[in-house]
């Protein structure tokens, strides 16, 4: 049977990555049955393309390990090999199609957006770098070096000239866009979760985790009981050992 070491951030073991990508390829590995990883916390500069998540992929005992890089490329890998099952297995082009926009636009629109709050204003600023597991005497030195890489980044991307009010329209424009996804049914497409489920849900939480780090998503989230009940479901699903974000999805 093949293992994978999923090369990720330093995180509880009983509650989500604050990464929204690394969070996606545990989600993932969760939705498909998958349990035969193991983590092995590690920074982006160690990682091939200078990003995590990475994985090494042992197809069997008798097998050199694969390196693949990228949560995107991994899922590819793992599908394509048939180490996990395809989860849009059954879905149309047409739904195959819809299903890649929706993941496009959370991962390099709404994802962004987000971390440019965690990262860019002084009260979320405080927050992420007070939780960072780093011993207290380095964790403003290793909380600059974030914040001054992801803001930079971001600059460069587009995402970080826009105002604060910009932002946080794009946050919202997505969170009403979810809400509205989910009206009447209990997954994207129906009653079985899918790719974009998988996506949609590892970022939600992953939000969820950094809390106050990022409280205009929390609020707007928050606000929205569809999405909150989506969240609870799938954490039940495929998380039950979250009971942190159960906590917060299921309080009245």
């Known amino acids: 049977m093949s293992s994978i070491k999923l090369y990720d951030f330093t995180k509880p073991q009983n509650s989500p990555s604050i990464s929204g990508y690394c969070?996606?390829?545990?989600?993932?590995?969760?939705?498909?049955?998958?349990?035969?990883y193991t983590h092995h916390p590690?920074?982006?500069?160690?990682?091939?393309?200078?990003?995590?998540?990475?994985?090494?992929?042992?197809p069997s005992p008798t097998s050199a390990p694969e390196t693949i890089a990228d949560s995107h490329f991994i899922a590819r890998h793992l599908i394509a090999t048939k180490t996990i099952?395809?989860?849009?297995?059954?879905?149309?082009?047409?739904?195959?199609a819809d299903s890649r926009a929706w993941i496009g636009y959370t991962d390099d629109t709404f994802y962004p957006a987000v971390a440019h709050t965690?990262?860019?204003?002084?009260?979320?600023y405080a927050v992420m770098r007070a939780g960072l597991p780093f011993p207290p005497v380095l964790r403003p030195i290793v909380a600059w070096y974030?914040?001054?890489?992801?803001?930079?980044?971001?600059?460069?991307?587009?995402?970080?000239?826009h105002s604060d009010e910009e932002i946080d329209t794009i946050i919202r424009e997505w969170v009403e866009g979810v809400d509205a996804r989910l009206e009447g049914v209990k997954?994207?497409?129906?009653?079985?979760?899918?790719?974009?489920?998988?996506?949609?849900?590892?970022?939600i939480v992953s939000g969820l985790e950094c809390g106050r780090g990022?409280?205009?998503?929390?609020?707007?989230m928050l606000g929205k009981e569809r999405i909150r009940e989506y969240a609870a479901r799938l954490t039940r699903l495929w998380f039950p050992e979250y009971e942190g974000i159960l906590e917060i999805v299921e309080r009245k």
């Open 146 to 161: 974030i914040s001054w890489n992801i803001t930079r980044r971001l600059w460069t991307a587009g995402m970080g000239r």
């Open 118 to 124: 965690r990262w860019a204003r002084p009260d979320n």
């Open 187 to 203: 997954y994207f497409y129906g009653d079985k979760p899918s790719m974009v489920d998988v996506d949609v849900y590892a970022f």
């Open 23 to 36: 969070q996606k390829l545990e989600t993932l590995l969760r939705a498909s049955s998958y349990d035969n």
């Open 85 to 96: 099952p395809d989860p849009d297995e059954g879905l149309t082009a047409a739904r195959r």
């Open 214 to 220: 990022n409280r205009e998503f929390l609020d707007m």
């Open 42 to 58: 590690t920074m982006p500069r160690s990682a091939p393309k200078g990003k995590l998540p990475y994985i090494e992929l042992t």
